[in-house]
């Protein structure tokens, strides 16, 4: 009986088996990434405030602001001067600073940042040309890829981890993202957010953005914005303008298990439409409720933030392929334009007051524009709460931003004109039923 062969051992035999290394890559890559340093005034007041003792004496003064700072990483994406790093790194921050990998500092001006990207993009400014890492496309990315995270973790100096790529579609990784994430197992802490996830051409694969860990350690599960979204989020930059998404006018949900065995689909996959805007992009191409868009421009569509990511990496004054189940169980390709939300009705902003329980909210009508600025589905409409005064009569009503007024004492809010003045009409007693998270609450007044 023949003796299966025995894998064969040996020992590095060449000077090539012993210099394999990341440090050509390294060298190439590091100095293109950069700390960033974001710096907050928060009033402190005077320990004797609401004293009237001391009052007396002191008055009601505020003791001088206390500087509270942040610190993240940062990359280099343009040779004259513009830095990428996550919105959360910035947020809030009266200064920031970057500093390169050769020591010198630069004082940055903000130029975009968008909370729901995680994004921002920094401006520095120097004589000569900044070195860059070249943005790739990470459509092209796939699991098993090595890639290296070099960033700034804990603050103790530029740092690089190695790892490969785990995930390239993964969503929902905080409770209110509306992400599309690259997975890596390249070990990833607290100051390597907006750190670059470099491939090995030495591109820019992702931006850090995240960690999964209990300890606040890295355990191996470390997540990266596409660089496809970076790219897209960079131009708009570069354009000064803001980063707009395309409206659609459609409203999408998940394929459960229940419904793609209901409607022949082979897997729980891809956007299933909830609602259409009469008039809409959406409705003019043909998407239904009842649709399930499958896919986009060839790529396939897990799920509604697969689709978000989708559109907002496409861009604007485009048109895009969807292929779609439609609810009959066709399927079928729908030509879909990415257009700018319209200001459809003009939202009419307007702050009540006087001796009215709606005193002391702002609220504007709302059109899928603002409701893109609100973060809100697009297919919403009515008159929307936007901002409420502490304190104000409107805070003890107990209104909310982002709630929508749909009507008083029974009638049909229509507009805020309308709001304002049926507000002023002096009633002792007041019923308002508002929409928040979509349920229906009402509020008594009397």
Request: a negative charge; glycine letters at 10%; proline letters at 7%.
């Amino acid at each position: 009986m023949p003796v299966p062969a025995q894998p064969v051992e040996r020992t590095p035999s060449v000077q090539a088996d012993i210099k394999l290394t990341f440090a050509p890559l390294v060298k190439k890559s590091a100095p293109a990434v950069v700390n960033v340093y974001a710096a907050k005034r928060v009033p402190q007041r005077s320990p004797f405030a609401g004293d009237p003792f001391f009052e007396q004496f002191f008055g009601n003064q505020l003791r001088r602001p206390r500087l509270e700072s942040s610190l993240g990483s940062g990359v280099i994406v343009d040779a004259d001067g513009l830095v990428v790093t996550n919105n959360h790194v910035i947020e809030g921050a009266d200064e920031v600073r970057v500093a390169l990998a050769d020591g010198r500092e630069f004082d940055a001006k903000i130029l975009l940042k968008d909370r729901r990207a995680d994004l921002a993009v920094l401006r520095i400014e120097s004589e000569k040309p900044f070195p860059v890492v070249p943005i790739a496309d990470s459509d092209t990315a796939e699991i098993g890829d090595l890639v290296l995270a070099i960033g700034n973790p804990f603050g103790i100096g530029q740092t690089v981890t190695s790892g490969i790529v785990s995930a390239v579609a993964r969503t929902h990784v905080g409770s209110d993202d509306l992400g599309y994430f690259i997975q890596t197992d390249a070990a990833i802490n607290p100051g390597n957010s907006g750190g670059a996830l470099i491939d090995m051409k030495g591109e820019l694969v992702g931006v850090n953005t995240a960690i999964f860990s209990r300890s606040g350690g890295s355990l191996g599960i470390g997540f990266a914005i596409p660089s496809n979204m970076v790219r897209a989020f960079v131009e708009a930059a570069r354009e000064g303008r803001p980063f707009l998404r395309p409206y659609i006018g459609a409203s999408f949900v998940p394929v459960t298990a229940d419904i793609a065995e209901a409607i022949g689909l082979d897997k729980p996959a891809g956007a299933l439409v909830q609602g259409v805007v009469d008039g809409g992009p959406a409705s003019d191409a043909g998407l239904r409720p009842g649709d399930v868009v499958l896919a986009m421009d060839g790529f396939s569509i897990e799920g509604p933030d697969s689709l978000g990511y989708r559109l907002a990496t496409a861009g604007l004054g485009r048109k895009t392929d969807l292929t779609v189940r439609s609810s009959d169980g066709q399927t079928e390709r729908v030509r879909l334009p990415l257009e700018i939300a319209p200001e459809t009705p003009a939202r009419d902003e307007r702050t009540l007051d006087g001796p009215t329980p709606f005193s002391g909210a702002s609220v504007a009508n709302l059109s899928p524009r603002l409701a893109d600025e609100l973060e809100m589905s697009q297919t919403k409409n009515g008159v929307v709460v936007t901002e409420i005064e502490p304190r104000s009569p409107a805070a003890r009503l107990g209104l909310q931003p982002k709630d929508i007024i749909l009507s008083l004492n029974g009638r049909e809010v229509a507009s805020t004109a309308d709001l304002e003045q049926r507000a002023a009409d002096g009633r002792r007693g007041w019923r308002v039923d508002v929409e928040r998270d979509g349920k229906v609450l009402t509020q008594l007044v009397r």
